[in-house]
């Protein structure tokens, strides 16, 4: 027996809990929530009566109020669309509905600082649109800036999280159930209140509550919106050198996001209404009767606004461009390089780095695993700058009252780093992914590998590895595409001088020059794309 084979077993029963397994998790989940210490460590230095003046300044106070706002409205509107889109597509005859099933799940494609500053050149006071209305007589146009423009553009790129998951709690949902409602002389609405809603009401709370983090977390609309929130602030606070207020304002938004957690927690159902799916494969349930064709303009409207905006004004950026104006902005192949090499990287490490975990949590049933598990979503769940500033302070230590502590200078603005915040953020996919995989496996073939005189890790090698196999790629898959669109860490952690697709388009837009904008955006709408696909793969939502 080699080394590893004899840390792989805690003794002589197989069904024991894997000593190597266990401590190999054990460090993964705990190097997952490690930067986060560092900002605490950071924020506890401050001084209370410094803390305290910081914390309700007339500025804070509005960054609060801001972020809170922008997240009820698009957590709200985000319900009023992806609800009704998802009953259209699934329990109504609604014309083309296999088209708009998967059109209005494409918004989810466009990265929502793509959206708000095509949104901004298009509708802004002198934007695009004014240009066509000024022979008419129209001047100027209202202001676009601020909440309510960053709640439509978020809330278009966020609704279809909430489309998503009602419409697969809509196609599990048992038909015959409505039928029985509508026998008792129940109307539509009453029928849809009392049966249908209860068992789609899981499934909505978990689309709000990632409409509710995304808002929460996002960084590139509200700074392109001038809209003081949180995530803006905070970079705003850092690139200042103001590292205490930073740090505060991180420690108030980590506290927002815990506080939606927990509500999330609270209002989802621990009993719900199970079907069997009913007969949704048949004709569909509903008819709209004379309200069947006006009722696509609803669809049709969502749609076109989310995604032909960004289509004519980067079509027309492309057609208009004058790529001489600043020659530094313009796409290299080495932007697009460094963008393939650390999503790629992050991809490889972070599936490296799941593969234990996630086979820990689907094989032993414990408080112990659930927590390594849960550990691992923890980035998933802060925001992207958040992290990046727990990783600043990470690299470069912290101060105390009697000297400063350096942990790792040498790793700030360093690849290595930022691969690492990647990890972090992004690793609970490739868990998810094998976690799925590997409950999939019969253990019985791997006890019979075993009594076969095979030792765990050959097992393993020989019969799991292979069948979870598809979730690793997709799992990887996940991360590598979602890496590629990354923002804020990319912006704080990046080396001085390293570009990237993200990076280049943050550049051209800060400094309006937006046709250098258009074919980074083309490329990472492309990115986004296939990440929808492979989400789609995954799914058994019927689409």
Not at 93 to 103: I, N, T
Not at 333 to 355: I, P
Not at 497 to 522: C, H, K, M, N
């Amino acid at each position: 027996m080699t080394a590893l084979d004899r840390l792989t077993t805690t003794d002589d029963d197989p069904d024991a809990r894997p000593l190597g397994l266990t401590l190999l998790a054990g460090a993964v989940a705990a190097s997952m929530i490690l930067p986060l210490t560092w900002l605490l460590f950071e924020a506890t230095q401050v001084d209370p009566t410094r803390a305290r003046e910081l914390l309700v300044r007339p500025s804070t106070v509005e960054t609060v109020l801001n972020s809170l706002l922008l997240m009820g409205g698009v957590t709200v509107f985000s319900v009023l669309l992806g609800v009704p889109l998802a009953w259209l597509t699934v329990q109504t005859d609604l014309p083309f509905r296999r088209f708009w099933s998967v059109a209005v799940a494409l918004p989810l494609v466009v990265p929502s600082y793509i959206g708000a500053f095509t949104f901004v050149s298009a509708f802004g006071p002198r934007g695009e649109f004014q240009s066509i209305l000024q022979p008419l007589g129209i001047e100027r146009l209202p202001e676009i800036y601020g909440l309510p423009g960053a709640i439509l553009v978020i809330t278009l790129y966020t609704y279809p999280y909430v489309y998503l998951t009602a419409r697969a709690g809509l196609l599990s949902f048992d038909s015959t159930l409505l039928e029985a409602a509508r026998s008792l002389n129940h109307g539509r609405w009453a029928a849809f209140r009392k049966v249908t809603l209860p068992h789609v009401r899981p499934a909505v709370a978990a689309g709000a509550l990632l409409a509710a983090l995304y808002a929460v977390s996002d960084f590139g609309t509200p700074a392109i919106m001038r809209l003081p929130v949180f995530t803006q602030q905070i970079f705003v606070e850092f690139r200042s050198f103001n590292q205490d207020y930073a740090s505060l304002l991180s420690l108030q938004l980590l506290a927002i996001v815990l506080v939606v957690l927990a509500l999330e927690s609270r209002i989802r159902p621990d009993d719900t209404v199970h079907g069997d799916g009913g007969d949704q494969s048949g004709e569909p349930l509903i008819e709209l009767g004379v309200w069947r064709w006006p009722t696509t303009l609803f669809p049709a409207a969502v749609t076109g606004l989310a995604l032909l905006v960004p289509i004519w004004i980067l079509g027309l950026w492309l057609v208009t461009a004058d790529l001489a104006a600043r020659p530094e902005l313009a796409l290299r192949l080495e932007y697009v390089t460094n963008s393939l090499f650390v999503g790629g990287a992050a991809a490889l490490l972070a599936v490296l780095a799941a593969l234990p975990v996630a086979y820990f949590a689907a094989r032993d049933d414990s408080l112990l695993s659930w927590l390594f598990e849960r550990a691992t979503y923890v980035g998933f769940a802060v925001p992207g700058v958040v992290l990046a500033l727990a990783l600043v302070f990470f690299a470069t230590g912290y101060e105390t009252t009697v000297s400063e502590l350096p942990v790792a200078p040498a790793l700030y603005q360093t690849l290595p780093l930022l691969v690492f915040a990647y990890v972090v953020r992004f690793m609970p996919q490739a868990v998810g992914s094998i976690r799925t995989s590997t409950l999939q496996v019969d253990p019985k073939l791997v006890e019979a590998a075993r009594s076969l005189g095979h030792s765990p890790v050959r097992a393993f090698r020989k019969i799991t590895l292979p069948l979870v196999t598809p979730g690793i790629v997709a799992g990887a898959a996940l991360v590598f595409l979602t890496t590629m669109k990354e923002l804020p860490a990319t912006l704080i952690l990046r080396p001085t001088g390293f570009e990237t697709l993200v990076t280049i388009v943050w550049r051209a837009q800060d400094d309006a020059f937006f046709q250098y904008a258009v074919i980074p955006s083309v490329l990472l709408l492309a990115v986004s794309g296939l990440s929808m696909i492979v989400i789609l793969r995954q799914g058994r939502d019927g689409l």
